[in-house]
């Protein structure tokens, strides 16, 4: 009686140790830090719930990087996009001679998951100066 009891404790234990495991490796994982510079200004974000590859598409687009926006050339999306939520917040260094230099943004976004496709909408949005550059 008093094994099975035992038993019990250390399978629980080893369940919890699992668990926990699991929640800090997807936490690691979910927000990824990239860096863009363009024209003497550098743009750091800090993005979650997307591929890099469509994190700096969109960063591009929303600071006006890109002439004009990619517009959609998935197929697929003739029939509608495939929508998923994410959120970017960018830093953008040196944007002023004068402190604060930089700029930090924070922008929640619907956004389309389809290759060479740069649908996306923000949902919320808000920027702050910040001082992090001398």
Known sequence: ??????????????????????????????????QVSIDEIDYTYEYEGMTSEKAEQ????????????IQPASLLCLFGHNIEHGAIRTIAHRVRPSPPRCDETIAYLEFCTRNNCSHFVVTGESTIPKFCCP
Do not use: H, N, R, W
Not at 58 to 69: A, G, T
């Open 1 to 34: 009686m008093k094994e099975s009891g035992k038993m019990k404790k250390k399978a629980l234990f080893i369940l919890m140790v699992m668990i926990i495991s699991a929640i800090s490796l997807t936490a690691l994982q979910a927000t990824a830090v990239s």
């Open 58 to 69: 969109i960063v591009k687009v929303m600071f006006e990087i890109y002439d004009s926006p």
